[in-house]
Nanobody, 119 residues
Framework: VQLQASGGGLVQPGGSLRLSCAAS????????MDWYRQAPGKPREVVAS???????AYADSVKGRFTISRDNAMNTVYLQMNSLKPEDAAVYYC??????????????WGQGTQVTVSS
């Protein structure tokens, strides 16, 4: 199973970006999907999570600005980021709890996509 993240880049404060992460491989189903981020010198932190049924959860720091969603048919999770702040700058990682008939449940990470917020 591979997770391919995309959509990062450079944006000015107050701007928006949309991250995508597509899972591929031996997938019978995907339970929770998450977005994490890690800024230089800081620990990795969870930003948003979404269940297979579409119920989201957010870190307090991004509530009201970020929206997580998923397309189960496409095995893809999205993160719409609005009103971006310099403190949102980080490498963003997607994760997925994947079920396969051969391996049962396994947790996978994407490769990370850089988000830079600067004027």
């Amino acid at each position: 199973v591979q997770l391919q993240a995309s959509g990062g880049g450079l944006v000015q404060p107050g701007g928006s970006l949309r991250l995508s992460c597509a899972a591929s491989g031996d997938i019978a189903g995907i339970n929770e999907m998450d977005w994490y981020r890690q800024a230089p010198g800081k620990p990795r932190e969870v930003v948003a999570s979404i269940t297979s049924g579409g119920s989201p959860a957010y870190a307090d720091s991004v509530k009201g600005r970020f929206t997580i969603s998923r397309d189960n048919a496409m095995n893809t999770v999205y993160l719409q980021m609005n009103s971006l702040k310099p403190e949102d700058a980080a490498v963003y990682y997607c994760t997925a709890l994947v079920y396969s008939d051969d391996d049962g449940h396994s947790h996978y990470w994407g490769q990370g996509t850089q988000v830079t917020v600067s004027s």
